[in-house]
């Protein structure tokens, strides 16, 4: 029987504006069919306004899972029942779940995140870890990398957002956290110690395919380099690190990852992510042509 045809078909779906490029729907779809699950998952293009009414829609039709992007992650708070207390620290959600009535949030962008360094042996707890962006990105990435163990910098191009992240991140796990501007003698500086960089902000990301962050005098071998870019899945940032013989992590797994643990708190079954990565892949390749 596929998803669908039956009167207790869960619903699943991405609310967010724009929506139309968003590949959520091919990931969880992909892994709904091969899981035998009956479920379906729908984009919505929910406007700043309505908002309110989506969330009351959520109830009303009793639709099990939602996941919440651009730009309704942090107005979508007061809206829930219940948030957990990593998505209440980063103050951002990207998932919600409707537990008979009782809407819980949680960010499983931080989660994602952590996954994605985990499966390949990159430990992060007592690195130093250099940030760039003070983004909502930047916000999920640093709370879990400081609440793992890792000693956090962060640098961004407005100057007071990375103070204000840092301030944020000090407050609320109890230990410092720098914040510098984005600038090539700061880089210099913090790269010269770190063991991982992760780039947060949209630099590089397309149609600016040309640009990075970062430039290349300044990559090492050793360093531990993160983009959570994924269009294009190979950055300026990602070559030129591979190419000074630094290790290198792609942005298409932190998104697998994400939809993954969505996929597992709203089924309870293990997600296929080698499937859903293959289907974000395959997507980004034909984009890419
Ligand atoms: P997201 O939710 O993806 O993090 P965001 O909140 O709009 O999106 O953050 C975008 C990040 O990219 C910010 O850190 C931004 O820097 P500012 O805070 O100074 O705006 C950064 N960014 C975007 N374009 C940039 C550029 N050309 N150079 C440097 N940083 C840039």
Not at 88 to 94: M, S
Not at 98 to 121: H, I, M, P, S, Y
Not at 142 to 150: K, M, N, P, Y
């Amino acid at each position: 029987m596929s998803a669908g045809m039956l009167g207790k078909t869960g619903l699943c779906g991405v609310i967010g504006d724009p929506i139309e490029h968003t590949m959520s729907p091919a990931i969880h779809n992909a892994a709904f069919t091969r899981m035998g699950l009956d479920y379906v998952y729908v984009p919505f293009l929910v406007k700043k306004e309505g908002l309110g009414k989506a969330i009351d829609g959520m109830r009303a039709l009793n639709i099990r899972g939602l996941n919440v992007t651009i730009p309704h992650k942090v107005a979508v708070i007061p809206l829930l029942d219940e948030l957990d207390p990593l998505a209440e620290k980063i103050g951002a959600v990207n998932t919600i779940t409707n537990d008979g009535g009782v809407l819980k949030g949680t960010n499983t962008d931080a989660g994602g995140f952590l996954q994605t360094l985990l499966e390949r042996g990159i430990e992060p707890e007592g690195k130093k870890v250099v940030i760039l962006g003070a983004g909502g990105a930047a916000r999920a990435v640093s709370f879990i990398l400081a609440e793992r163990g890792a000693h956090l910098v962060i640098l961004n191009r407005r100057l007071e957002r990375a103070k204000e992240l840092a301030g944020r991140l000090s407050a609320t796990l109890n230990k410092g956290v720098k914040a510098l501007e984005l600038v090539a003698d700061n880089l210099a500086q913090v790269l010269g110690e770190a063991d991982i960089l992760v780039n947060t902000t949209s630099v590089g990301m397309n149609p600016n395919i040309n640009e990075t962050p970062v430039p290349s005098s300044l990559l090492k071998p050793g360093l531990v380099v993160v983009d959570i870019v994924y269009k294009p899945i190979r950055t300026r940032l990602l070559r030129e690190a591979e190419a000074v013989g630094a290790k290198t992590v792609d942005g298409v797994d932190m998104f697998v990852w994400q939809g993954a643990l969505a996929f597992e708190i709203w089924t309870g079954a293990r997600a296929p992510v080698e499937l859903m990565r293959a289907e974000v892949v395959r997507q980004l390749k034909s984009h890419e042509k």
